[in-house]
Nanobody, 123 residues
């Protein structure tokens, strides 16, 4: 099993930046693909970005392309989501997720989830 803990959320003005982190423990994180999802109030959880087990491949939702960057450091068992040029519509609880094999862009693709971290973007 893998345990995931997110951090780095907070309140930021539109146009600002935040860097989310996901700390993993348990089985070797380097064998898991990782993703970030988010859930805004009253909405379904949606895919944001994903990265392969070795960091060699990444994939972004259209809403994240050009503004967000996903990365990972397997030596430190951490994953990150750098979010720039934030918009009010980015306000949500952000979750990191993990699964063995290729990354998954659907909720049900992922086996392990963190508890989430709140990101609030003010206008």
């Amino acid at each position: 099993q893998v345990q995931l803990i997110e951090s780095g959320g907070g309140l930021v003005q539109a146009g600002g930046s935040l860097r989310l982190s996901c700390a993993a423990s348990g089985r070797s994180f380097s064998t898991y693909a990782m993703g970030w999802f988010r859930q805004a109030p009253g909405k379904d959880r949606e895919f944001v970005a994903a990265i392969g087990w070795n960091g060699g491949s990444t994939y972004y939702a259209d809403s994240a392309k050009g503004r967000f960057t996903i990365s990972r450091d397997n030596a430190k068992d951490t994953g990150n989501l750098q979010m720039n040029t934030l918009k009010t519509e980015d306000t949500a609880v952000y979750y990191c997720a993990a699964r063995l094999g290729n990354y998954g862009t659907k909720e049900y693709h992922n086996d392990y989830w963190g508890q989430g971290t709140q990101v609030t973007v003010s206008s």
